[in-house]
């Protein structure tokens, strides 16, 4: 069973937390991709971030939001299997393999690599996985021995009514915020230092 509560909480972070992040990010030049940690207990945010590829390429969102979350004092931070792990879009290569070596055994994602490439007109994700891993589409394994992933999309049109429309009309309003963002982010995208932009 689906918990809309987690749901709804998890979609307040992306709006209220990562999105004036990533409106920042965006002004400076970086793709809109952003994500958060919080904790299993309470769902409390522990930290919110977005990606930074203008300082360094390798700093995707949630790259980033992990650089930042190791550079936290070890008191303030939490033990990676008590925390979800969101992802405003579904994780890259890169990700995934920085969200399996830091131990989290989750993680939840609202835009897919489909989105990225024909929503945001970003479609390096997709293109790697093929030419360099030889995977299709979803060509990784979306539960495994580290962790189990989660569409937010797809958890949301399998509830019932009217959660499902209450939720689909949110993630629509989100949608759109980020369809904004990438209208930004692509038309100042030949100003930055991105090698895959």
């Not at 991709?33 to 969102?61: M, Y």
């Not at 989290?104 to 994700?125: G, K, M, Q, T, V």
């Not at 293109?127 to 030889?134: A, G, M, N, Q, S």
Request: aromatic letters at 10%; one cysteine or more; hydrophobic letters at 35%.
């Amino acid at each position: 069973m689906t918990d809309v509560s987690l749901i709804d909480r998890l979609l307040d972070v992306i709006e209220q937390d990562i999105v004036p992040k990533t409106e920042e990010g965006v002004a400076a030049g970086n793709k809109l991709f952003g994500a958060a940690i919080l904790r299993k207990s309470d769902r409390s945010l522990v930290l919110a971030e977005t990606n930074n590829e203008t300082e360094n390429p390798l700093w995707h969102g949630e790259v980033h939001c992990l650089k930042r979350f190791y550079e936290m004092p070890r008191a303030e931070r939490v033990d990676t299997k008590e925390a979800i792990f969101l992802a405003t879009h579904e994780p890259c290569s890169l990700c995934l393999s920085a969200i399996t070596w830091t131990g989290f055994d989750n993680f939840y994602y609202l835009f897919s690599h489909e989105d990225s490439r024909d929503s945001f007109a970003i479609p390096h994700d997709l293109k790697i996985l093929k030419e360099v891993f030889t995977l299709e589409p979803g060509g990784y394994r979306a539960e495994n021995a580290y962790w189990k992933s989660h569409a937010i999309r797809k958890l949301v049109r399998n509830l019932p009514e009217p959660e499902r429309a209450r939720l689909e009309t949110r993630i629509g309003r989100i949608a759109a915020t980020y369809d904004g963002l990438s209208s930004t982010y692509q038309s100042g995208k030949a100003d930055n230092d991105i090698p895959l932009s």
